[in-house]
């Protein structure tokens, strides 16, 4: 019997498991596979130091500047080397199980090679997890259940908390690590916006190496074959300008979906479970950005639980603290107001976005408001918006 049980071991997983642990509770976390790569660009913000100190000592490589690009190719940089920490850009292999070591080491165990598929009932309440292994099926038992298996998860539907994903609330995304000699800044990453709800990015990684991909937003999926924007992509001219050689290596390559819609409010809690990390809709609905957010509501999610196990009561009542948490809700503020941008921007194929970057150009205070919207989900302030509506 375990205090608490934990599906899936990516950022928002291990951070929940790790202060859990830390705290002395007996922590199940539950992976289905710790060799696969999750499909991903890799960046993290700063923020993320405030939680993983230890990642000072990796050597991940380290960014100091962003370039964005609007579809029409205006563009801004904006360097932050003496203004606050560096970014990472970080092969989503390694980062996973670095923080899943952390989790362990602090005493969680780590139960691989377990794919979570269902809840073991009793009298209508949940009491564990049910997972596929190799050689059959497996039980585990715990007073507080944590759903951090992401996009796919079968548990979050199976809880009543969350429906199947309608493609208006998703983003799909497809991307590689490549490898071969190339002109990209490597203290810089780029994105590039679309004239539709989407972007291509450019990420620098150590020796030669680089991330690149691509995203479609929401119901512009209908319209876009991912597949088709991600070669158009990588053959653009205005890309082809990094990459003078005929030749690259594609790594590793990979497409997966990611939420669109900020926090899923409705279906944070219930009864002895509670949601995090994708699952829950802890990503900027502009800027796909969620290791960060993810990591947060896991920490928060574990307070959250050592409090209700303290108390002796996991009802829900007790842990509606997840959702109320100031934190949580600044997030879920901040990933509000970014949506309400998302169309704004994109609207008459993306030129108010063009807009955005023009005042930019100019306007110093306007691109570090832009520059935070974009790279730590702030919200817009009410001045940056007023601006935006008055520029012709
Ligand atoms: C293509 C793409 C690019 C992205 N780029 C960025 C970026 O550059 N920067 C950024 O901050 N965010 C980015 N994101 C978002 C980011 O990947 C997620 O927000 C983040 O990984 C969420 O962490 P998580 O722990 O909630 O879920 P995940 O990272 O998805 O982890 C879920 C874990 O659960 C495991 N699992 C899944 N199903 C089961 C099961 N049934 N049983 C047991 N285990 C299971 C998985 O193996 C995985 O380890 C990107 C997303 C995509 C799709």
């Not at 992976?31 to 100190?53: H, L, M, Q």
């Not at 003496?82 to 923080?99: A, C, G």
């Not at 990503?283 to 002796?312: M, Q, R």
């Amino acid at each position: 019997m375990y205090d608490v049980i934990i599906s899936g071991a990516g950022p928002a997983g291990s951070k929940c498991a790790e202060i859990l642990a830390k705290s002395g509770f007996n922590v199940a976390l539950i992976e289905k596979d710790t060799s696969w790569r999750k499909p991903c660009g890799g960046a993290v913000n700063s923020r993320i130091f405030k939680y993983y100190p230890q990642l000072r000592r990796m050597d991940f490589h380290r960014i100091n500047g962003i370039k964005i690009y609007s579809a029409d190719f205006h563009n801004f940089e904006y360097r932050w080397r003496d203004i606050m920490d560096y970014s990472l850009h970080v092969d989503r292999l390694k980062f996973d199980n670095f923080l899943r070591d952390i989790a362990v080491d602090a005493g969680a165990e780590l139960f691989d090679n377990n794919l979570s598929y269902d809840f073991i009932t009793k009298e209508n309440s949940r009491i564990g997890i049910k997972t596929k292994i190799s050689s059959g099926i497996q039980e585990y038992k715990g007073k507080i259940i944590i759903i951090a298996d992401g996009m796919s998860s079968k548990l979050a539907r199976k809880s009543g908390l969350k429906k199947q994903w309608k493609i208006e609330e998703i983003g799909n995304a497809k991307c590689a690590i490549m490898e071969g000699e190339n002109n990209l800044d490597k203290e810089v990453m780029s994105l590039f916006f679309k004239s539709y709800k989407g972007y291509g990015w450019l990420f620098p990684l150590e020796d030669n190496k680089f991330n690149m991909g691509c995203g479609i937003i929401g119901e512009d999926n209908l319209k876009y074959n991912l597949n088709q924007i991600y070669r158009e992509f990588w053959n653009d001219p205005n890309i082809k300008k990094f990459f003078p050689k005929k030749n690259y290596r594609k790594i590793w390559e990979g497409a997966y979906p990611l939420p669109s819609q900020g926090v899923l409010e409705k279906s944070l809690y219930g009864d002895n479970i509670m949601l995090i990390g994708d699952i829950a809709g802890f990503v900027s609905p502009i800027s796909g950005e969620g290791i960060c957010a993810s990591v947060v509501s896991g920490k928060v999610a574990a307070e959250t639980a050592i409090n209700a196990l303290e108390k002796e009561d996991v009802s829900k009542q007790t842990l509606k603290n997840y959702k109320f948490n100031p934190t949580i809700k600044k997030i879920s503020r901040g990933f509000k107001l970014t949506l309400s941008l998302v169309d704004f921007c994109f609207e008459n194929q993306g030129q108010n976005l063009s807009k955005m970057f023009k005042i930019a150009e100019y306007d110093d205070d306007f691109r570090e408001k832009l520059v935070n919207m974009f790279l730590f989900s702030e919200a817009p302030s009410k001045d940056f918006i007023m601006k935006l509506k008055s520029e012709k």
